[in-house]
């Protein structure tokens, strides 16, 4: 797996003298230099290490994300959660522009439709609906991370807001477990109040858990 990525990618990105904007800039050009291959290789390496998690193979009710811009796939996780008689759920931005997102069932044969980023999400008129608060297990993608668990998101902020409860209560549903590119690893990242803690970022090379 070592050969697959350029050898410029292997050490975490030192980002002192980076904005936020030009951070978020380099680790998006960083998952885009993944050629097709590349990528393919990372997410069945991602679903190997995620299966050896006893709280993601435990999970009835899944959430994931439909892959964009480049993020590390999750599709090869969708087929085997399907496989394995579990129920994924993706995010659904909600119709009165509030932050928080919906979480709608994803099923073999669900229609998607492009929302207004252009990221495909089934209707949540058609199909069930499940609260954030019921999730067993939150797969969701990152732009950058640390190994403290300190992530760095697209800046939209509809992850914080849909799980801002998770501020107040570590354990529980639902486990919030970050994924991304092992090149989207950053030396240190500052938080914010409102950043939500994950339980594990997980990549194509290992799983960090960030909560013990």
């Excluded at 990525?5 to 050009?29: I, V």
């Excluded at 994931?64 to 008689?85: H, S, T, V």
Aim: glycine share 4%; with cysteine; proline share 7%.
């Amino acid at each position: 797996m070592a050969d697959s990525f350029d050898s410029q990618y292997d050490q975490p990105l030192n980002h002192l003298a980076l904005t936020k904007k030009q951070l978020r800039n380099e680790l998006r050009a960083r998952r885009h230099a993944l050629n097709p291959t590349q990528q393919l290789q990372a997410s069945m390496f991602l679903l190997r290490h995620l299966m050896k998690l006893p709280q993601f193979m435990r999970a009835r009710n899944v959430a994931l994300y439909m892959a964009n811009d480049g993020e590390i796939d999750p599709e090869p996780i969708i087929r085997q959660l399907w496989k394995m008689e579990k129920h994924c759920f993706l995010p659904v931005l909600r119709p009165d522009k509030r932050k928080d997102l919906w979480f709608v069932e994803y099923t073999p044969d669900a229609p998607l439709t492009k929302n207004r980023f252009g990221i495909p999400e089934p209707d949540f008129r058609s199909q069930h609906r499940m609260s954030a608060q019921l999730l067993d297990v939150v797969l969701m993608p990152l732009v950058g991370f640390d190994r403290t668990g300190a992530r760095l998101g697209m800046g939209g902020g509809f992850y914080d807001a849909t799980f801002a409860f998770k501020q107040k209560k570590l354990t529980g549903k639902p486990v919030l477990i970050g994924l991304a590119h092992a090149c989207q690893q950053v030396d240190a990242l500052a938080t914010d109040t409102w950043d939500i803690p994950l339980f594990a970022i997980a990549t194509d090379k290992e799983i960090i858990l960030t909560q013990t």
